[in-house]
């Protein structure tokens, strides 16, 4: 069974600031892995996604993350925040295997806020 | 850009009642996904639905709920008899394949169970 932590709940961070938001996995086969992002009142939009290959991937809205196996970690990072990106951010992963691959675990989510 | 539709945003229903939640996935999309967030918690997998018949489900997908294609468009959550923890935000979702593409959701439905 796979299962997502994402250690910070919520993340104030001013405008122009670097932040990062964290995301563990644990599974026992190989995964995919995804970051969401939920707008106020909108549903989950994909930011980014890392399947095979580099394990830096970047995404929309000036989002990149990193794969690190051996940490089992998917670290979400934006040198530069503005207002706009205040939200709320989801890391997911699935099996990349046989079988539920398209069944998403979801983190609990973390908040940004970004103030001026 | 397509899009995946629920309808409605928000429904308010009595305990005991059932329910219908509808989404139109996106059109050449060939899996769709029921997932919800109960608030404050996690976005939950619920059910997904392949080729007009349930590919997996979770143990929150008991027989109260059920899903249904009726037509070529629509994609219809079913709950017979709604129990206040029901109460959460529906999301529906849709993919063109089940290997390594990402779902695109909708907005959800935000049901209310009183």
């Known amino acids: 069974a796979q299962s997502v932590t994402q250690l910070d709940s919520q993340v104030p961070v001013f405008e122009e600031a670097p932040v990062e938001l964290r995301c563990n996995y644990s599974?026992?086969?190989?995964?995919?892995l995804f970051w969401y992002v939920q707008y106020p009142n909108q549903g989950l939009q994909l930011l980014l996604k890392y399947l095979s290959g580099s394990t830096l991937v970047k995404g929309i809205n000036g989002f990149e993350a990193e794969f690190n196996k051996s940490q089992t970690s998917f670290h979400l990072r934006k040198p530069s925040v503005h207002i706009s990106d205040t939200a709320e951010y989801f890391c997911a992963v699935s099996d990349s295997g046989g079988g539920s691959q398209g069944n998403l675990i979801f983190g609990k989510g973390t908040k940004l806020s970004v103030k001026p | 850009e397509p899009e995946v539709t629920q309808t409605p945003s928000h429904q308010v229903t009595q305990m005991g009642q059932e329910v219908i939640l509808r989404c139109v996935p996106i059109s050449n999309h060939l899996y769709f996904y029921w997932y919800r967030q109960i608030l404050g918690q996690k976005v939950e997998f619920l059910v997904s639905f392949y080729n007009n018949e349930i590919s997996e489900k979770s143990e929150i997908f008991d027989d109260q709920f059920s899903v249904e294609r009726p037509d070529g468009s629509n994609f219809t959550l079913k709950i017979r008899s709604t129990k206040l923890e029901d109460s959460a935000m529906y999301f529906c979702?849709?993919?063109?394949?089940?290997?390594?593409?990402?779902?695109?959701f909708g907005n959800g439905t935000r049901l209310t169970v009183t």
């Open positions: 599974s026992s086969v190989s995964v995919y």
């Open positions: 979702a849709s993919s063109e394949l089940q290997v390594g593409v990402p779902l695109h």
